[in-house]
C-alpha cells in the first residue's frame, strides 16, 4: 500500500509540472517537442486555423492514446498499462486545472529551456511512478513488438522526430530548433530523476531468496526486461537483469518486496544488443 502511495503521488506531482510547463511554455509558444502531446500542439493550432475553433490538447491526449492502450492492452497485458492509463488521464485532467496559469511569451531560448526543465522534471517523476503518459513511449513497445530491427529507444527517438518534423512543416524552422532545444533539457531532467544518464540499466542482485526473488522479478512481465539466473552452486545467489531507464523504480520495489535484505548494484550500459534491445 505505501509503495503504490508514493508511485500515484509521483505520477500525480509529475503530471502537474508537466503540464505546467505545457501550458506555460511550450503551448503558447508552438513548442512541439515530440510525443501526443507535441501532436496535440500541432492539432491545436490546425484547428483554430482551418475550422476557427481550437481542440485542446487535453482532449487530443485522451483521443490519440485511446487506440495506443488497447493495443499495448491486446500485446502485452492489463498489468503493463494499469499505472500509464491512470497517468494519461491525470495528465489530461491537470492540462485543463493548469489552462489558467499565465503564458510565458518572452524570450523563446528562456521558454525552450524552462519549459524542458518543468516537462522534463514532470516525466522522470511520473517513471519513479513506474508508469509512462501514454504516447510515444508506448508506440515504441507496440513497434518492437513487431519488429524488433530497432530497439525501443530507437523507436522512440524515430517516432519523436517524425513528430517535431510535423511541427517544423507547421510552425518553421526556427520554432523547431527551439523546440530540439527544450528536447535536450527535458531529457537531462529526466537522466538526473532516474539515476544516471544511460538509457538502459544493469543490476546484479546478491539474495538469500533466489527462487522467491526469480519468481517476483518474472511476475513484473515488463517488454524490455531481460534476466538471468546463473545456476551453478557458486553463483546461485545471484540475480542478473537489465531493464530500461523508466523501470528503475518498480525494479527496485520488486527486489525489496522479495528480500529486504538483498543487495543491489546498479549499472548504466552504453549499448545492449540482442532480445528486446538492439538487434544483434
Request: charged fraction near 20%; proline fraction near 2%.
Amino acid at each position: 500500500m505505501k509503495k503504490d502511495v508514493k508511485s500515484y503521488a509521483c505520477i500525480i506531482g509529475g503530471v502537474i509540472l508537466l503540464s505546467a510547463g505545457m501550458n506555460i511554455f511550450y503551448i503558447p509558444n508552438d513548442l512541439v517537442a515530440g510525443g501526443v502531446s507535441g501532436l496535440g500542439i500541432i492539432i491545436l493550432s490546425l484547428s483554430q486555423r482551418l475550422f476557427g475553433a481550437a481542440v485542446p490538447v487535453s482532449a487530443t491526449n485522451i483521443i490519440l492514446n485511446i487506440p495506443l492502450f488497447l493495443a499495448a492492452y491486446w500485446r502485452f497485458g492489463a498489468k503493463y498499462i494499469k499505472r500509464s492509463v491512470f497517468a494519461a488521464l491525470a495528465f489530461s485532467a491537470a492540462l485543463r486545472l493548469t489552462e489558467g496559469l499565465p503564458p510565458f511569451s518572452g524570450d523563446m531560448m528562456l521558454s525552450a529551456v524552462f519549459g524542458g526543465i518543468l516537462s522534463g522534471t514532470g516525466v522522470g517523476l511520473v517513471f519513479n511512478g513506474s508508469a509512462t503518459t501514454g504516447g510515444t513511449e508506448t508506440a515504441a513497445h507496440l513497434l518492437h513488438s513487431m519488429y524488433d530491427g530497432f530497439s525501443v529507444s530507437d523507436y522512440v527517438l524515430i517516432i519523436d522526430s517524425a513528430v517535431i518534423a510535423a511541427g517544423f512543416a507547421v510552425f518553421g524552422a526556427e520554432k523547431t530548433l527551439y523546440a530540439v532545444i527544450s528536447v535536450f533539457a527535458a531529457s537531462r531532467c529526466i537522466a538526473a530523476l532516474t539515476a544516471g544518464t544511460s538509457e538502459n540499466k544493469a543490476a546484479l542482485v546478491v539474495t538469500k531468496k533466489r527462487e522467491s526473488m526469480k519468481k517476483s522479478i518474472e511476475g513484473l512481465d515488463l517488454p524490455v526486461l531481460k534476466s538471468f539466473y546463473p545456476e551453478s552452486d557458486e553463483y546461485g545467489r545471484f540475480v542478473f537483469c537489465i531493464f530500461s531507464q523508466k523501470e528503475i523504480e518498480q525494479f527496485r520495489e520488486t527486489v525489496r518486496s522479495a528480500d529486504k535484505d538483498a543487495f543491489i548494484i546498479l549499472f548504466d550500459i552504453k549499448e545492449t544488443f540482442g532480445e528486446g534491445f538492439k538487434k544483434l
